[in-house]
C-alpha cells in the first residue's frame, strides 16, 4: 500500500463531509484530525495572516493579524471542546501543541517594545491620573516577508508538526482534516500543501438547505437559509469555472452515488486517494441521506429550486 498525501475535505456543510471524513480516517494509512481544528482557513488564521505579512503588509495590519492569530491559537483553540469533550491540543499532543505555538512566535516577529498606555482619568500625559505609575502594553514589530514562500514553509511546518505528529503516534503516515468551508480556500490550502487532495463531497442542494435550517449555527427560515448558502454555491461555482486544476489532486464525489454503491463508490474513493480499498465500518446508507425528501411541500420546494436557479444543474443535480 502507498503513502497517501495529506487529505482535505471539503463542502457546503451538511452535504456528508463528517461523514466521509470519518470514513477516511478508518482507513489503516489515514488518520483523521477528530475535530474542525479552525485555525487554518477561519478568519484570524493562517489564511488571514499569510495576507497580512505579505500582500497587505505595514505595520499596523500585519500586528493585528498576529494579534488575532495568538488569540486563536492560545485562546479559542484550546478552549473549545467537541462533542466528546476533547480540546484540539488534546487530539493533537498538548506539549506538541504548545512546543508548536511557542516556536511559531519567534519566525513571524522583527521586534518588541512597550508602550506607555494613555493615562485614565484626569491625568496628563506626562504623568499617571492616580498614585499608580502608568502602564504599558507589549507591542510587536511583525516581520514583513517579501518571499511569500518563506511565510507559507513556516506555516506548513506548524501544520505538518501538529497533524503529522497525531498521525504518527496513531501509527498512519498522512492525515484528513475536515472544515465544510476549505471548499472555498483551496487555493490557500494547496499553497500549504500542494501535494494534497481536496475531497469535494456533494448533496442535492435541497436536502443540504432542509438539513441547514435544522442547525442552531443556521437560519431558521427558508428564505434566511438561501441567504447564507446562495452566496456559497455561487462562490464555489464561479472558482471553478476559472480554476486551473491541471496537476491537482481534486475530485468531488455525491453523497447520493456513495449511498447507492456504496462497496464500489468506497474502493473508486480509496483509488483515488492513492491507497488499496479497506471495509470501513462506517459507509453511507440511502435512507440516511433521503429522510429529507419530504420535509417540504410542492410549493416550497418548488420557490427553493426556483430560488436556486441554476446551481441544482450546475452541481449535477435534476
Known amino acids: ?30 488518520h483523521r484530525i477528530p475535530m474542525e481544528t479552525k485555525f487554518i482557513i477561519d478568519p484570524g488564521g493562517l489564511r488571514d495572516l499569510a495576507d497580512a505579512l505579505t500582500a497587505r503588509y505595514d505595520p499596523h495590519v500585519g500586528e493585528d493579524a ?25 487530539l493533537v499532543g498538548q506539549q506538541r501543541y504548545r512546543d ?21 482619568g484626569f491625568g496628563d500625559a506626562d504623568r499617571p491620573a492616580g498614585p499608580f505609575g502608568p502602564p504599558s502594553r507589549r507591542r510587536v514589530v511583525p516581520r514583513y516577508f ?25 501509527g498512519k503516515p498522512t492525515w ?21 487532495t481536496i475531497v469535494h463531497i456533494k448533496r442535492h442542494p435541497v436536502a443540504v438547505l432542509a438539513s441547514h435550517l435544522a442547525q442552531p449555527w443556521a437560519p431558521s427560515t427558508v ?13 464555489w461555482l464561479t472558482w471553478k469555472s476559472s480554476a486551473d486544476l491541471t496537476g491537482r489532486r481534486y475530485f468531488e464525489v455525491k453523497a447520493e452515488d456513495l449511498a447507492a454503491d456504496w462497496p ?3 474502493r473508486a474513493l480509496f483509488e483515488r486517494l492513492g491507497v488499496d480499498d479497506f471495509a470501513t465500518p462506517s459507509s453511507f446508507q440511502s435512507h440516511k441521506l433521503a429522510h429529507r425528501n419530504d420535509q417540504f411541500d410542492g410549493e416550497t420546494r418548488a420557490f427553493i429550486e426556483e430560488s436556486l436557479g441554476k446551481v441544482i444543474p450546475e452541481m449535477g443535480y435534476e
Open 1 to 30: 500500500m502507498s503513502s497517501p498525501s495529506p487529505i482535505f475535505v471539503a463542502g457546503t456543510g451538511r452535504s456528508g463531509t463528517s461523514r466521509i471524513a470519518n470514513i477516511i480516517g478508518e482507513h489503516p494509512l489515514i
Open 66 to 90: 498576529l494579534l488575532r492569530l495568538s488569540d486563536f491559537l492560545t485562546v479559542r483553540v484550546p478552549g473549545r471542546r467537541d462533542d466528546r469533550g476533547k480540546t484540539v491540543p488534546e
Open 100 to 120: 508548536a505555538v511557542q516556536q511559531l512566535w519567534p519566525q513571524l516577529i522583527a521586534y518588541t517594545f512597550d508602550e506607555p498606555a494613555p493615562a485614565e
Open 146 to 170: 517579501s518571499d511569500r514562500g518563506e511565510l507559507v514553509a513556516i506555516l506548513r511546518n506548524l501544520v505538518d508538526t501538529l497533524f503529522g505528529g497525531a498521525a504518527a503516534d496513531a
Open 176 to 196: 484528513c482534516e475536515k472544515t465544510p468551508f476549505n471548499l472555498l480556500c483551496m487555493e490557500f490550502l494547496w499553497e500549504l500543501f500542494p501535494e494534497a
Open 223 to 235: 428564505d434566511g437559509a438561501l441567504d447564507y448558502l446562495k452566496p456559497v454555491y455561487h462562490r
Open 264 to 266: 464500489g463508490q468506497r
